[in-house]
C-alpha cells in the first residue's frame, strides 16, 4: 500500500541554527524512514554560499528552497518571504503526490493561515505544528507594536488554529496558553515533546546548531525544546 506523501513547510532547516529546523530535520527523515514520500519547503537561511543542497543521506526529505530568511528584515520583508515560501510549496503540494502539509508558526503567522487556506481548498490534510505562541510573543518582544495589527494577525491564527486539522503543540504550557489565554477552550490540541540533537562536547549555545546525523556528527545527545509558551 503506497503510504501518503508530507510536504513540510518551515522558513528554518539546517544547516539554520534554530531549533525548529532540526525538529523538522528530524521528523522529515522519520518520516522517510517510516516509507512517506518527505518533501521540506523552506528558505536559505544558514546555507553556505555554493552548497548544492542534495540530501546529505539517503534518508533525508527533498529540500526546495526560496531566498530569504525570516529572521532579518522588516514585517513587510516577512510577508512578502511567506508569499514566496506559499508559491513553492503550491508549486510543488498541488498534484496528487502530497496528502499531509505540515505548516510551522513563524512570525507574522500569515504562512500559516495562506497554507491552511489554500491546502483545505485543495482537499489536503493540514497539521499545524505551533512552536511558538504568535504572534504574542514578537508583540511581548517588541518586534511591532500597532495593535490593530496585533489583533488581526490574532484573528488570523486563531483562524488556523480553528480549521487546521490537527494542531501540534510542543508542551503542556503551550496547550494551555492556546485554550485559556485565547479563550480557545475546546480546541483539540496534541502535545508532541520533540527531542533535539546537541553534540556532546560544548555547551548548545557555543556549538555549531546543525543536526548530528545530517552533518556527520559522530556524538551526540538529546535534550527538549519546549518552544516560547506564551504566558500573558
Known amino acids: ?135 504574542e510573543i514578537s508583540f511581548s518582544f517588541g518586534d511591532f507594536h500597532n495593535r490593530f495589527g496585533y489583533r488581526l494577525l490574532l484573528l488570523a491564527d486563531n483562524w488556523t488554529l480553528k480549521h487546521a486539522d490537527m494542531v501540534v503543540v510542543l508542551s503542556d504550557d503551550m496547550k494551555r496558553s492556546l485554550q485559556a489565554e485565547r479563550g480557545l477552550h475546546q480546541l483539540a490540541v496534541e502535545v508532541r515533546n520533540n527531542p533535539i540533537l546537541y553534540p556532546e562536547q560544548g555547551h548548545p549555545d557555543q556549538v555549531d546548531h546543525v543536526s548530528a546525523t545530517e552533518w556527520g556528527m559522530a556524538k551526540r545527545s538529546y535534550g527538549l525544546y519546549m518552544g516560547q509558551v506564551g504566558r500573558f
Open 1 to 135: 500500500m503506497t503510504k501518503p506523501g508530507v510536504l513540510l513547510i518551515h522558513p528554518y532547516y539546517p544547516p539554520d541554527k534554530s531549533p525548529y529546523g532540526r525538529i523538522l530535520s528530524m521528523l522529515g527523515r522519520s518520516l522517510v524512514h517510516e516509507g512517506f514520500p518527505t518533501a521540506v519547503v523552506t528558505t536559505t537561511s544558514g546555507l553556505p554560499k555554493g552548497h548544492d543542497d542534495k540530501p546529505p543521506c539517503h534518508r533525508c526529505p527533498e529540500v526546495r528552497r526560496v531566498p530569504g530568511t525570516s529572521a532579518r528584515g522588516s514585517w513587510r520583508s516577512r510577508v512578502m518571504l511567506s508569499f514566496k515560501i506559499w508559491k513553492q510549496a503550491l508549486l510543488l503540494g498541488a498534484g496528487s503526490k502530497f496528502k499531509i502539509v505540515v505548516v510551522s508558526s513563524a512570525p507574522p503567522v500569515v504562512l500559516a493561515l495562506m497554507i491552511c487556506i489554500t491546502f483545505k481548498v485543495l482537499g489536503k490534510r493540514v497539521v499545524y505544528n505551533v512552536m511558538d505562541i504568535q504572534p
